[in-house]
Every structure is written in C-alpha cells, then in structure tokens.
C-alpha cells in the first residue's frame, strides 16, 4: 500500500508514526530464559513442543509455587498494546501487572495443541515499564508457552534484532548404522536455532542439535547426506556430502506371543536414575507386558526413535536384541513406551500420525517389540493419535500388543481426549494401566472425591473405566513398586491385592463397592521393574502370583 502525503505551501508535513513492534525480548524463547525469570527454577526451554522456531518455554508449577515467568518490558506512557502468547498442555495463565491504569489476565484449561491467548492492556500516563508473565495452577501438569508477543509503540527499548543466514555447517560424520537407520553428526553453527538434514537432495528431517539419526531406510543400501543450518533469516548452503550404507537385514521378528488372560505388566528403565540398573533378563519372571522406557522424539512431529543408554550395561544393540527375543521366547510381550514425565511427541496432524506409525512399526522390526505403550504426559490429540495407531495396527497386524498409562486426571470422563482415544481404539487396545499415584483426589465413578493411596481410590476410580465403555479385560491398575517409585501414591502389594480381589470377586473392598464385579480385569502394572528389584522384588513377587490366580 503506498501512503501519499500532501504538503500545503506554508505548512510542515506531519511527523511520521514510529511502525509497532513487539517490545517484549527473546519472545520465542530462542536464547534459552534471556530476559525471562521464573519462579523456584520452575522454567526451562525445549526444542518440542514448539509453536515457531527451535525452542519454547517449559514451566512445571510443584508445590506452592505456580512456576510464574515474567519480563520487563519498556512502554510508552498512554499508550496500547496488545498481549497474546501460544500456549499448551496445563492450565496457562497470561497477564501484565504494574500497568499504571488497570492489570488484565486471561487463562485457559489444559489443551492438547497450541492455542493462543490475547488481552490487551493501557500503559499509564507516567508509566515507562509493565511487567508480562505467565503462570500455570497448583497442582497441574506443566505448561509451554511460545512466540509471545507485546504489541504496541516503541516505548525506548527497541525489540530484538534480525539475524543474519547461518553459514553451512562442516564435518558432516556418519556414526552407527543398523538395517533401517542412520546415525549423523556435524559441528555447531554460530547463529543457528535448527537444522535440516537431506537424503540424496530431499529433506527429511529438521533437528535443535547437532546430530540426527534418520530412519525407515531400506537394509543394505547406500544413501548420500547433507546438512544447513537454519534460523528465521533462512537457511544455509548445505554441508559437503557424505555417504552412508545401512546393514544387513536380520528378517522380521514377529508379532511374539499372546498376552495372558491376566497379565503384569512392569516399566523397564533405560535409564540409570538410581533405581537397580538391569538389563532385560534381569527382569523378574512374574512379568508378562515389559515396556522399555521410553522412545524419543525426533524434529520431525510424530517420529520416534530408540536409543539405547550405555548406562544400562549393553554392548551393543544385538545383545539387546537378543534379550527381547528370549523374553519373547518365554512367552512375555517386550514392548516400546512413548512418552513419559520428560518424553512429548506431538501427533496433531495427518502427516505427524503417518511419521508415528511409520517409525513406530520400524522400530518393531528392527528391535523385535511386541508393540507400543502410549505414556503421552503432556496432552494428547485423540482424533489424529487414533488415525496413528490404526495405521500402527494396520502395519503391525493383529498380533500388536497395545497399551495405555494415562495419568488419573485423563481418565476422568469419556470426554477426556484419552478416555476418547482409549474407546476409539478399543478393538485394537489390550489394556489401560492408569497411575494410581503422583495425583491429588479424584472422582470415582460414584460421584465421591477418594485420596490416593487408599483400596478405594483404586477401586472407585477403576470403576469409572469399567463402566465408561472399556471390557474389564482392557483396565488394569498402575502403582510404584516402592516408595522411592514415584513422588506421592505408593500403596502396599496387599492394598493392591485387596483391590483386584474387590473388582473380581467382591471381596476386600473398603468403603467403595462396585455393583458388580469384573472377574475378567486384565491386572496391575507398576513403575518400574527397576524399582521393583531395588526392593527385593516384593512388588512382584506379592502382586506377580495374586494377578496370574484371578477368575
């Protein structure tokens, strides 16, 4: 649009206005916390979930504190400015205080994709600063926020710079290889808040850091790879090139055997975090579902990978391998968990649900895995995670073992997305093992809030599955295996027991009895394994025999 001014003789021209601008500071969040302050350390940046660019706010409220950040921003005095921010997963708050005229908030609940909130705000006639934050609620699941923004007139402080294009990264490596993927690795560039990694010309993949393993490659083949850096000025020339060629494959593994009428089902660790570092044929006997925990997430939305942690002893992947075949052999279901406390993979669209499915059902074939445990902490979207693991069942046929571990506030109602995704899926889910644990009081199917820790709460909440459209042999009850396993929550084996006796026979109940009872329950799963053999393996050596002798 071209602005024309007219200039009477003896009269000055108007001054020009000053262009808005977003006066806030590293708003997308691509310099880490610069200019931001969060409250007990409750802050932290993360490459995924992100609305724009690399790199979004994490906020995780604990105890009293609602994990506020905050920044100053200069104003100009009486003038207007809009306020708005991307937000996900928990309750999100955004607000400005120290206006000099009247403070304004606005919040949403818990959302599975990015949703954004605006308000908008006028600075006083004397006020040169006003504080922007965001916050999340006591209790609640963290909170991203991305590509916030305060609109208005240049109040002196100006707004963050452009970049410049990165330069092409150097010393582009091959590392490991296995029949379907290859592992890369390349030197930092200065400026750069992503890369994209090609395959013989064509993109397939963007990443925050210096090293991407790219999957779903045919066995025995060569492929050529390069590297750009990026940043919101462009992308850069791509590296030199490098060549890669895949191993041999070792023939598909199969689906394994059947899972058991009633059925334990224990998180392994691939990760030391104290807890007894095992390999899995340290895992005890009594365990019929083993989920390796966890899978991770890759740039890409949807795709996911598996990287074995040296922490837990392995020499390589093939011995690995050949522990989840001799689990298999013995008749149990070693499967891939995706998700976790730390873990978020995004599946909000159709392309993100094919990349699940695809790396998911690669996965299975290069490790041998049974299937998949959903362990999504952080929001899900149950329409497109549903088209995610039909196409996963499509693949993987009728063999694939699949399991949820939602946390208790997901599985609330049938509204919830998913108590949603669970019904959508139900002729394809072998079981949902709900936490029963790091959760305040909930709803049982009564309409009676319970605490946790209690026979009860177990039996009152497993109810509202049981009769929210899920067949007993779909619901399972989820506890640590000790004190030490989870924050809040931890019950006794014989509490456990006292509940599956409560919902199969009618026996053991407390204050809370069903109206009926469910003698086909599927059984009891605990965090983790590795918890379980730090105590002796009591857990399972109690819940173990008690779960293989139900009706």
């Known amino acids: 649009m071209t602005t024309a001014v007219v200039v009477t003789a003896g009269l000055a021209a108007p001054a020009a206005q000053a262009a808005d601008l977003n006066v806030a500071k590293n708003a997308g969040f691509e310099s880490g916390l610069s200019n931001w302050a969060c409250s007990?350390?409750?802050?932290?940046?993360?490459?995924?979930?992100?609305?724009?660019?690399?790199?979004?706010?994490?906020?995780?409220?604990?105890?009293?504190?609602?994990?506020?950040?905050?920044?100053?921003?200069?104003?100009?005095?009486?003038?207007?400015?809009?306020?708005?921010?991307w937000v996900q997963g928990g309750y999100a708050y955004l607000g400005a205080s120290g206006t000099g005229t009247t403070d304004v908030s606005t919040w949403t609940p818990d959302s599975s994709g990015w949703k954004q909130l605006t308000t908008s705000f006028k600075a006083g006639p004397s006020t040169t600063s006003v504080t922007v934050y965001t916050h999340g609620w006591y209790g609640q699941s963290a909170y991203y926020v991305d590509d916030l923004s305060v609109f208005g007139p240049d109040g002196g402080g100006g707004t963050d710079p452009e970049p410049g294009i990165p330069a092409a990264p150097a010393g582009l490596t091959v590392g490991a290889t296995t029949s379907s993927s290859v592992a890369l690795s390349w030197s930092g560039v200065s400026g750069a808040t992503g890369y994209n990694v090609y395959r013989s010309g064509t993109k397939v993949q963007s990443v925050t850091g210096t090293s991407a393993t790219v999957s779903g490659l045919a066995a025995d083949t060569a492929y050529d790879f390069q590297v750009a850096a990026t940043n919101s000025a462009g992308e850069s020339p791509k590296s030199a090139t490098v060549s890669g060629r895949t191993a041999p494959g070792s023939g598909d593994p199969g689906p394994g055997p059947g899972v058991p009428k009633h059925a334990l089902t224990g998180y392994w660790q691939n990760f030391n975090n104290g807890a007894t570092v095992q390999k899995l044929h340290d895992v005890q006997a009594q365990y019929d579902i083993i989920a390796v925990s966890f899978a991770d997430s890759t740039a890409t939305p949807g795709q996911i990978v598996f990287n074995l942690d040296p922490a837990v002893g392995y020499a390589d992947a093939a011995d690995f391998k050949a522990d989840i075949a001799a689990k298999k052999a013995a008749g149990k279901s070693v499967i891939i968990s995706v998700g976790g406390e730390k873990g978020n993979v995004t599946i909000n669209s159709d392309a993100s649900a094919t990349a699940f499915a695809n790396s998911a059902y690669a996965l299975m074939q290069e490790y041998g895995f049974s299937g998949v445990d959903i362990d999504l902490e952080h929001g899900i979207n149950s329409t497109y995670l549903t088209k995610a693991l039909r196409q996963l069942s499509a693949k993987a046929g009728s063999g694939l073992v699949l399991t949820m571990a939602p946390q208790t506030i997901d599985m609330q109602s049938t509204g919830t997305e998913y108590f949603k995704t669970a019904l959508a899926v139900k002729d394809i889910l072998t079981v949902v093992n709900m936490q029963y644990y790091n959760s305040g009081s909930m709803l049982g199917?009564?309409?009676?809030?319970?605490?946790?820790?209690?026979?009860?709460?177990?039996?009152?909440?497993?109810?509202?599955?049981?009769?929210?459209?899920?067949?007993?042999?779909?619901?399972?009850?989820?506890?640590?295996?000790?004190?030490?396993?989870?924050?809040?929550?931890?019950?006794?084996?014989?509490?456990v027991n006292n509940a599956l006796d409560c919902l199969t026979r009618g026996t053991g109940c407390g204050s809370f009895k069903p109206a009926k009872t469910y003698p086909g329950l599927r059984g009891a799963m605990t965090w983790s394994t590795n918890w379980d053999a730090t105590a002796g393996n009591a857990w399972s050596n109690a819940v173990g025999p008690h779960v293989h002798n139900l009706p």
Not at 61 to 68: E, H
């Open 445 to 495: 199917c009564d309409g009676k809030v319970y605490s946790q820790g209690s026979v009860d709460f177990l039996t009152a909440l497993a109810c509202i599955q049981l009769e929210g459209g899920l067949a007993p042999s779909q619901v399972g009850i989820g506890v640590p295996a000790s004190t030490r396993g989870a924050g809040s929550g931890y019950v006794s084996p014989s509490i």
């Open 40 to 85: 007990a350390g409750s802050g932290a940046t993360v490459s995924s979930p992100v609305h724009g660019g690399a790199a979004a706010l994490k906020a995780t409220p604990a105890g009293q504190d609602n994990a506020r950040c905050s920044q100053t921003v200069t104003v100009k005095p009486g003038a207007t400015y809009t306020l708005s921010a």
